[in-house]
């Protein structure tokens, strides 16, 4: 009788533990980390937002959202991707790798761990998801159309339109979203032979920069009709240059990246353009994607090239988009069908 | 030449030594005019668009951020320390004021007293570095390196990845006018430069920053109190990092933390143009002035000439080297670290 009493109590004690266990484990939300630069960049909080936005969709304790900044550094980066994979398998991950370089190490810790993961805008070339099995994707924005877009939409802008003469501020040299912004002008250039640029030059993606350099082209050229600038946060400083001097709105100022400020400036009339690399959509469907290899919902080796390497599609804010846009991104955050993955591929990355 | 029998070979060789001397240290103290006149005269030759008046409009705008952190840095630099705390801490005062008068981020409308918050945290934190320094007896560049990081990451919380955008009038206001002619923040730049020279021409503090840059031992042996004057130091540093990031707050009128980025080299690149030496006691701000309006002519002229922003800030490396080989003592009994 006692055997049969303590046989039951062992019984019952290792039913408990099992179901504590698996009810633990069924608690347990899966981790979706972003990897990205820095918690200052407005960019790269949209893009957080989006992939809280996935979450939301997801049964309450289904998922959760951590966020890990590298702060510029590549081996904070790499570190913090190795410490999370090691500790937690219950994870997904996805990342803006500080620099391309970085992505290897990222992927072969992936890899070893199991730990499905996308990448966005960086990867060097001829390393590629396809001779990955837990890399999902990686998406990007076509810089070359965002640079053509923005010259386009600004040359139409001049009094006469196609007609002018434009400075060039470019973001950080040998950048690779640098590099292809500017081509996408010169492939502008081509098309509008009566665009003359007067100096091109640098202002490494930032404000001051880009507030002193215009500052002194001001002292040099007067008959400026736009600048292209390569970046929002050195279009702010050109519209600061211009304030000073009482020519804002006259001279037509380009940017990307959609910042907040920037966007009203479009809309105030003092810049021409904004291109908004749309974060909430990225990161909302990378999370997505990412989530559905990890549920199995998707098997990524059996997808096709045009689905491990896609664009995505940003939006043009100019003083005409400019009210749909605050209508159906600010005042109405854009909800996304997560169920239709395919939705945010603008077309497949030149291999 | 009667005369001559009397005087002693020795004297006669400390007299033409003392003359040589004081010639060298008056081409010394010179040279950095010189240096200017130079590349004025050069780049008013050879930078199309450089010698007009609306030119020197914009060189005075770009020389207040710079002329105002160099002031601070003088001091410090005469005492023989460093002060690096500049991004950090010029961002996070610039930041400050965006958020403190009218912005898109909060309802807050402080007007004009903004500035003088910002201004004072800037003086508190350089409080908090000096104090570390020489109680701690922890190297300067250490702590104000640590100083602008740890500032650096306050900064970005204060506005939380969205900066804010500055909708005050009174920022406009301020950076379309002028008074003869001379831009608003440069007048301020100017103010804090009349302030800086009062207090090492005509204090006490101002000639025990000297006495403690030339020789500290003999300094506190005559009974100078040099941690306190080492502290005061740091406090005018920060005083004038924060004067600096609200300038930088007001042109830009955007609270992003690279508000202080790539301020803090040019200032010292002045200091060293201008002839203050890094081993502390020789110098001031007179030639820091110079040191200013050397560097601010060579980068606006360099624009102007289309040259290549790295090249433009490879240059500044290499004028602070020459400017540095030019300004050291390397008599035989130094020793170089």
């Given at each position: 009788?006692?055997?049969?009493?303590?046989?039951?109590?062992?019984?019952a004690l290792v039913t408990m533990a099992v179901c504590?266990?698996?009810?633990?484990?069924?608690?347990?939300?899966?981790?979706?980390?972003?990897?990205?630069?820095?918690?200052?960049?407005?960019?790269?909080?949209?893009?957080?937002?989006?992939?809280?936005?996935?979450?939301?969709?997801?049964?309450?304790?289904?998922?959760?959202?951590?966020?890990?900044?590298?702060?510029?550094?590549?081996?904070?980066?790499?570190?913090?991707?190795?410490?999370?994979?090691?500790?937690?398998?219950?994870?997904?991950?996805?990342?803006?790798?500080?620099?391309?370089?970085?992505?290897?190490?990222?992927?072969?810790?992936?890899?070893?761990?199991?730990?499905?993961?996308?990448?966005?805008?960086?990867?060097?070339?001829?390393?590629?998801?396809?001779?990955?099995?837990?890399?999902?994707?990686?998406?990007?924005?076509?810089?070359?159309?965002?640079?053509?877009?923005?010259?386009?939409?600004?040359?139409?802008?001049?009094?006469?339109?196609?007609?002018?003469?434009?400075?060039?501020?470019?973001?950080?040299?040998?950048?690779?979203?640098?590099?292809?912004?500017?081509?996408?002008?010169?492939?502008?250039?081509?098309?509008?032979?009566?665009?003359?640029?007067?100096?091109?030059?640098?202002?490494?993606?930032?404000?001051?920069?880009?507030?002193?350099?215009?500052?002194?082209?001001?002292?040099?050229?007067?008959?400026?009709?736009?600048?292209?600038?390569?970046?929002?946060?050195?279009?702010?400083?050109?519209?600061?240059?211009?304030?000073?001097?009482?020519?804002?709105?006259?001279?037509?100022?380009?940017?990307?990246?959609?910042?907040?400020?920037?966007?009203?400036?479009?809309?105030?009339?003092?810049?021409?353009?904004?291109?908004?690399?749309?974060?909430?959509?990225?990161?909302?469907?990378?999370?997505?994607?990412?989530?559905?290899?990890?549920?199995?919902?998707?098997?990524?080796?059996?997808?096709?090239?045009?689905?491990?390497?896609?664009?995505?599609?940003?939006?043009?804010?100019?003083?005409?988009?400019?009210?749909?846009?605050?209508?159906?991104?600010?005042?109405?955050?854009?909800?996304?069908?997560?169920?239709?993955?395919?939705?945010?591929?603008?077309?497949?990355?030149?291999? | 030449?009667?005369?001559?029998?009397?005087?002693?070979?020795?004297?006669?060789?400390?007299?033409?030594?003392?003359?040589?001397?004081?010639?060298?240290?008056?081409?010394?103290?010179?040279?950095?005019?010189?240096?200017?006149?130079?590349?004025?005269?050069?780049?008013?030759?050879?930078?199309?668009?450089?010698?007009?008046?609306?030119?020197?409009?914009?060189?005075?705008?770009?020389?207040?951020?710079?002329?105002?952190?160099?002031?601070?840095?003088?001091?410090?630099?005469?005492?023989?320390?460093?002060?690096?705390?500049?991004?950090?801490?010029?961002?996070?005062?610039?930041?400050?004021?965006?958020?403190?008068?009218?912005?898109?981020?909060?309802?807050?409308?402080?007007?004009?007293?903004?500035f003088l918050i910002a201004i004072c945290c800037g003086?508190?934190?350089?409080?908090?570095?000096?104090?570390?320094?020489?109680?701690?007896?922890?190297?300067?560049?250490?702590?104000?390196?640590?100083?602008?990081?740890?500032?650096?990451?306050?900064?970005?919380?204060?506005?939380?990845?969205?900066?804010?955008?500055?909708?005050?009038?009174?920022?406009?206001?301020?950076?379309?006018?002028?008074?003869?002619?001379?831009?608003?923040?440069?007048?301020?730049?100017?103010?804090?430069?009349?302030?800086?020279?009062?207090?090492?021409?005509?204090?006490?503090?101002?000639?025990?920053?000297?006495?403690?840059?030339?020789?500290?031992?003999?300094?506190?042996?005559?009974?100078?109190?040099?941690?306190?004057?080492?502290?005061?130091?740091?406090?005018?540093?920060?005083?004038?990092?924060?004067?600096?990031?609200?300038?930088?707050?007001?042109?830009?009128?955007?609270?992003?933390?690279?508000?202080?980025?790539?301020?803090?080299?040019?200032?010292?690149?002045?200091?060293?143009?201008?002839?203050?030496?890094?081993?502390?006691?020789?110098?001031?701000?007179?030639?820091?002035?110079?040191?200013?309006?050397?560097?601010?002519?060579?980068?606006?002229?360099?624009?102007?000439?289309?040259?290549?922003?790295?090249?433009?800030?490879?240059?500044?490396?290499?004028?602070?080297?020459?400017?540095?080989?030019?300004?050291?003592?390397?008599?035989?009994?130094?020793?170089?670290?």
């Open positions: 009788m006692k055997k049969i009493k303590s046989w039951s109590l062992i019984f504590g266990a698996a009810m633990a484990f069924a608690a347990e939300p899966v981790t979706i980390a972003v990897s990205i630069r820095s918690m200052s960049s407005e960019y790269h909080m949209q893009y957080v937002a989006g992939a809280q936005a996935f979450v939301d969709t997801l049964p309450e304790g289904a998922a959760k959202v951590q966020i890990l900044p590298c702060e510029a550094d590549d081996n904070k980066q790499i570190n913090d991707i190795k410490t999370l994979v090691a500790s937690n398998s219950n994870v997904v991950i996805l990342v803006d790798p500080n620099n391309a370089p970085n992505v290897t190490s990222i992927a072969e810790a992936c890899e070893e761990a199991g730990v499905y993961w996308v990448s966005f805008w960086n990867t060097p070339e001829g390393i590629t998801p396809l001779s990955y099995k837990y890399w999902v994707h990686h998406q990007t924005l076509d810089g070359e159309a965002q640079g053509y877009d923005i010259a386009v939409s600004l040359f139409k802008s001049f009094k006469t339109p196609g007609k002018g003469k434009i400075l060039v501020m470019e973001g950080m040299m040998a950048n690779t979203a640098n590099e292809e912004r500017v081509k996408g002008l010169k492939r502008a250039l081509a098309e509008y032979p009566d665009i003359e640029i007067l100096d091109d030059q640098s202002a490494n993606w930032d404000t001051n920069e880009g507030l002193a350099l215009m500052e002194t082209w001001l002292a040099k050229y007067d008959d400026i009709d736009g600048v292209w600038s390569a970046s929002d946060g050195m279009s702010l400083g050109v519209v600061q240059a211009l304030k000073a001097v009482g020519l804002e709105g006259k001279v037509g100022v380009t940017g990307v990246d959609g910042f907040k400020d920037a966007i009203d400036a479009v809309g105030a009339g003092t810049m021409t353009n904004s291109y908004v690399n749309n974060g909430w959509l990225q990161g909302g469907y990378a999370a997505a994607w990412a989530y559905a290899a990890y549920t199995g919902k998707i098997k990524v080796d059996e997808l096709d090239a045009g689905h491990r390497m896609f664009f995505t599609e940003g939006y043009l804010v100019t003083k005409d988009t400019y009210p749909d846009y605050i209508k159906n991104f600010v005042d109405n955050p854009p909800v996304y069908d997560y169920s239709n993955l395919d939705f945010c591929i603008k077309g497949p990355m030149p291999q | 030449m009667e005369k001559k029998q009397y005087t002693s070979p020795i004297a006669e060789e400390f007299a033409y030594e003392m003359r040589r001397q004081t010639r060298k240290a008056k081409i010394i103290n010179y040279a950095p005019v010189g240096v200017l006149a130079f590349f004025f005269a050069l780049l008013s030759a050879i930078a199309p668009g450089f010698l007009s008046l609306y030119n020197f409009r914009t060189i005075l705008n770009q020389l207040s951020v710079p002329l105002v952190m160099t002031m601070g840095l003088t001091f410090v630099i005469l005492l023989g320390c460093t002060d690096l705390s500049g991004e950090g801490l010029g961002g996070f005062c610039g930041c400050l004021v965006t958020l403190l008068v009218i912005n898109t981020k909060n309802a807050n409308d402080f007007g004009a007293p903004a003086l508190a934190v350089g409080l908090f570095s000096g104090f570390i320094h020489v109680k701690g007896k922890i190297p300067s560049f250490m702590v104000t390196y640590a100083i602008s990081s740890i500032m650096s990451g306050f900064a970005v919380m204060s506005y939380r990845g969205q900066p804010a955008m500055a909708k005050d009038p009174l920022l406009t206001k301020i950076t379309s006018g002028s008074v003869l002619g001379i831009p608003y923040l440069t007048v301020a730049s100017l103010l804090v430069f009349v302030a800086a020279f009062f207090l090492q021409n005509y204090t006490r503090f101002g000639a025990y920053v000297m006495a403690i840059g030339d020789n500290e031992a003999v300094a506190r042996n005559t009974g100078v109190n040099v941690d306190r004057i080492k502290m005061k130091v740091f406090i005018w540093a920060g005083f004038c990092i924060g004067v600096s990031g609200v300038i930088s707050a007001i042109r830009v009128a955007r609270g992003d933390v690279g508000l202080g980025k790539d301020t803090v080299f040019p200032a010292i690149t002045a200091v060293v143009v201008g002839g203050t030496t890094l081993t502390g006691g020789k110098g001031g701000v007179v030639n820091s002035l110079v040191g200013a309006l050397i560097v601010t002519i060579i980068n606006n002229g360099l624009i102007l000439m289309g040259v290549n922003m790295y090249i433009r800030s490879a240059l500044q490396g290499v004028i602070i080297i020459i400017a540095v080989a030019l300004s050291v003592n390397r008599g035989k009994k130094v020793i170089v670290k």
